[in-house]
């Protein structure tokens, strides 16, 4: 831990009251037994971010078969300046949706920090430990750099986005295909709230993973090292030290399939047997070979990235791609005239 500025953040990242923490391990425990209570049984994506959740996927992330995060960060190496240049001066804010551990953020916000020093930092992460981290990594890195941070899911962002003070568009980012965790008409909506969220003249900046080889999809979700399958498995082990389960994670393993008529790639945890599992008082039953939903991640064509900015009201400004055409992230403004 560091600097002061970035001490002064203690109180809003690192204590989040007592009550709002039984609230959110409430939701955890409804939302599990209603996906684990139904017919196609699922296990809501959003629960592979705690803290042990985080690190797995920042392996993920440094992996040799999971080529986005490269492929991104090419992208945003390359065509930063560009991209940047095309915004319009009083651009005074970088929220940051999904944040992560902001590595890719970071090629941005240099660019935008020499720009103008006066900008804010907005990261938004459900992941209090990775918003921590990344929240005061920044505040360190550059300094006067007023960092906003906010633990949240993407309804909490899109609220503080409505809520916000102050003058200065907003340049939102979204990066690292993390749309592709939503459905197409869950995108859709996400993204026309985002749009109503936001005022003429802020930007949004997208991460698309576009669709490709199979192998190579295959490759990225199923890796050979088995860090995906960890991640995944994880879910499970969060269940059983978050909740009290008594889940069995020998008995279940990791599958990736993709789903040539989304198109997407799925991760589900598959049970090796009959079993019952006991959470919250409850037993539930799964049978060998049955199959628990856990992500979806959808690959786009570059038709459809154009077809989500028309349908949502963004007008696209820019797309950068890497040089193998793996991955696109499109710059998208908030159409009529700025203020
Ligand atoms: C962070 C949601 C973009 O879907 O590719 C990586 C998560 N899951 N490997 C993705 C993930 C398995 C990742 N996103």
Redesign the pocket.
Known sequence: MGTSAASQMVPDVCAPDVAAQATALQRFRRDVLRGLSVARKFIP?LY?YDARGSQL?QR??ALEE?Y?TRCEREILERHGDRLVASLSERQGTLVDL?A?DGTKTRLLLSRFFHRSPGVSYAPIDVSPTALWDTASRMATEFPGLHVVPVVGEYAEGLRWLVAREGSGALLVLFL???I??LEREAALSFLRELRAALRPGDHVLVGF?LLKDRAVLHR??DDAEGV?SE??LNLLARINRELGADFDLAGFAHR?TFDPLRPA?E?WLESLRDQTVTLAGRRLSFSAGELVHT???CKYREEDISAFARSTGFHEVGRFRDDRGWFADALWRVPGPSL
């Open positions: 994506s592979f996927f993920i992330m999971y986005p999904g992560g690292g295909s993390n592709g965790n993973d990225a979700y995906t991640f995944n990736a790639m991760s992500e979806i991640s």
